[in-house]
């Protein structure tokens, strides 16, 4: 499933990235807009219906994609959920960087961050994890493949 709409969607629908004149709006970890939260809602009824029943729920700790699984599975989805940073975005922009794990165990009590690094997002300079870096396409791959051996 894929997350709702973010507050970064709604500006990327304004201001074309790649353009001439685009400028990152330094929406770090960006959230779900109210349609995100009412998509994500929606969903909900669709996950109820799943046969069979889900077995393992893996989602990004990027705060969108714990929103909308919130959202859309509950609480208590019936099933283990691993929090798995391969999961992520390609990192582009603020939006693609995540928060540290304490910050993410106080908005969501119900998912354990205790494996996640504290900067579990790429970065290119680790003394300062908030700098925007675009996620080379090495590493990206590299990352991907992990994923696929998983």
Same mark, same amino acid.
């Given at each position: 499933?894929?997350? &709702?709409?973010?507050?970064? $969607?709604?500006?990327?629908? @304004? #201001?074309?990235?790649? #353009?001439? $004149? ?12 109210? @349609? &995100?939260?009412?998509?994500?809602? /929606? !969903? ?5 219906? %799943? ?13 969108? !994609? %714990?929103?909308? /699984?919130?959202? !859309?599975?509950?609480? *208590? ?17 603020? #939006? ?7 910050? %993410? ?18 970065? &290119?300079?680790? =003394? ?8 080379? =396409? ?6 991907? &493949?992990?994923? *696929?051996?998983?």
């Amino acid at each position: 499933m894929r997350h &709702g709409v973010t507050e970064m $969607n709604v500006y990327l629908s @304004k #201001s074309r990235y790649g #353009s001439k $004149n685009f400028r990152d709006p330094l929406l770090y970890d960006t959230r779900l807009t109210e @349609k &995100g939260k009412l998509g994500a809602q /929606a !969903a909900a009824a669709r996950v109820a219906r %799943l046969r069979p029943r889900p077995e393992l729920l893996v989602v990004s700790p990027l705060t969108r !994609a %714990l929103q909308t /699984a919130t959202l !859309a599975f509950g609480h *208590q989805p019936g099933c283990p959920v691993l929090v798995e940073p391969l999961w992520r975005e390609r990192l582009y922009l603020s #939006s693609d960087v995540g928060r540290h794990p304490e910050l %993410l165990q106080e908005e969501f009590p119900h998912y354990s961050f205790d494996h996640l690094e504290d900067v579990w997002w790429h970065t &290119g300079t680790p =003394d300062d994890p908030l700098a925007i870096h675009e996620e080379p =396409d090495h590493v990206f791959v590299e990352r991907v &493949g992990k994923l *696929q051996q998983w």
